[in-house]
């Protein structure tokens, strides 16, 4: 009874931690989608202004800022979608709350473990009702955490007895450890990243390469040039 208990107590901290760690992470990507919308948004009014005053009419620099604020456009359009799709925050707190109610039911379970240890008697039944508790409550969310979630919290409790072999050595290296805390924290930001490596990419070229956005100009030798080519025979030795 006393291994059955132990392991449920353990069962019950590691889906709590998977499950706050899962709020943090989609808490973060939250953040950043709110954060990459007002700067967008601020930056398709910024663009309009410098346009306006900047770029004469009909120009290549006109024409250039109008495709940069339709992409704009495009992108403040998709992380809106994406995000409302995704509803992370109500589902960060549905998993945040969740957490807590484990948590609460793995200190329920340590207390069990310390009356047995100090002599006190603990039946099947209170056993029973006790994992019967910890499903309904694990049940009772109906969003659940991501594996790279799990991962990263046996990454930071490498350490603990629960995940050491037999010989006491931690079954995750301290570069896998590595790996996944990298992968978790990038996990929830990583389009965001790319999302904004495209923009800045399409402000800053212009600026070092203006050839890139600039059409060549014709000169009038090469105009005069042309016009002999397209002569006809007949009229190249008059």
């Known amino acids: 009874m006393l291994a059955f208990l132990t392991k449920l107590r353990t069962d019950a901290w590691r889906t709590s931690s998977a499950r706050y760690n899962a709020a943090r992470r989609l808490g973060r990507r939250e953040f950043f989608a709110t954060i990459s919308l ?5 930056m398709s009014v910024a663009i309009a202004f410098i ?3 900047y770029a004469p009419p009909s120009s290549e620099a006109d024409n250039y800022f109008t495709a940069l604020s339709a ?3 495009v992108f403040l359009l998709t992380i809106s979608l994406v995000e409302w799709g995704a509803r992370a925050g109500s589902i960060s707190d549905a998993l ?3 957490a807590e109610k ?5 200190r329920k379970i340590g207390i069990k473990i310390a009356a047995m240890a100090a ?3 603990v039946t099947w039944i209170d056993t029973q009702a006790m994992s019967d508790e910890y499903e309904a409550i694990k049940a009772d969310c109906r969003h659940n955490h991501q594996p790279i979630d799990d991962e990263y919290f046996r990454a930071k409790q490498r350490t603990a007895v629960e995940f050491c072999d037999a010989s006491g050595n931690p079954m995750i290296s ?3 450890a590595l790996r996944v805390s990298a992968l978790w924290h990038l996990s929830s930001i990583w389009y965001f990243a790319g999302l904004w490596l495209v923009v800045l990419g399409l402000l800053v070229l212009p600026m070092n390469y203006p050839s890139w956005w600039t059409k060549p100009t014709t000169t009038a030798t ?3 040039t042309g016009n002999s080519q397209a002569r006809p025979p007949s009229q190249l030795g008059s």
């Not at 007002?38 to 601020?42: M, Q, R, T, V």
């Open 174 to 176: 301290h570069n896998d």
């Open 96 to 98: 945040h709350q969740n």
């Open 119 to 121: 002599g006190n008697p």
């Open 51 to 53: 346009q306006r005053v």
């Open 38 to 42: 007002a700067l967008l948004s601020a």
């Open 222 to 224: 090469e105009t005069h």
């Open 71 to 73: 992409s704009l456009g």
């Open 102 to 106: 484990l948590n609460a039911m793995q």
